[in-house]
């Protein structure tokens, strides 16, 4: 075979090899699970929202709980959330997002009788000890809404 031959088999044999490789699809990465889990509450308009430990730490969502304070215009103690925990929805309704278990939350109105500093004192609402969401309740209304879907 002279060496012309040679270097021309080489080169298409080359070519082959790159074509080959050029059609194969590399490995993406895993799938992964979904952040969020929605699942309506029969007989209510409401949905749990169920965060995976990555979606919570991506949105670094961080709880309260309702607590009972004095402030200045209240003489006796009354029950209060951070004004962060609040979220207005279209029609002017005002919420919170309660958590039974870790992870997982639910929308409850609240009434707010004022706002003093950055707590909302609420005249009516979850009860004094629950647990509710301070930060990234609007990526949890967004979530339970599909908002960005």
Not at 71 to 90: F, G, H
Not at 94 to 117: C, K, M, N, Q
Request: a negative charge; one cysteine or more; hydrophobic letters at 40%.
């Amino acid at each position: 075979m002279s060496s012309r031959h040679f270097w021309v088999l080489g080169a298409l044999s080359l070519s082959s090899l790159m074509l080959v490789a050029c059609g194969r699809t590399p490995p993406g990465p895993a799938q992964s699970e979904e952040p969020a889990h929605v699942e309506h509450i029969d007989g209510t308009d409401l949905s749990r929202v169920t965060l995976t430990e990555k979606a919570i730490e991506r949105i670094d969502l961080q709880t309260a709980e309702v607590t009972e304070q004095v402030l200045s215009r209240s003489s006796a103690p009354v029950p209060c959330v951070p004004y962060s925990a609040l979220i207005y929805d279209p029609e002017g309704r005002t919420w919170v997002y309660t958590s039974d278990e870790p992870g997982s939350f639910v929308r409850a109105e609240v009434v707010v009788d004022y706002i003093e500093g950055d707590l909302a004192v609420l005249a009516s609402g979850p009860g004094v000890g629950t647990v509710v969401a301070s930060v990234g309740v609007a990526e949890l209304y967004g979530t339970e809404f599909e908002v960005g879907h």
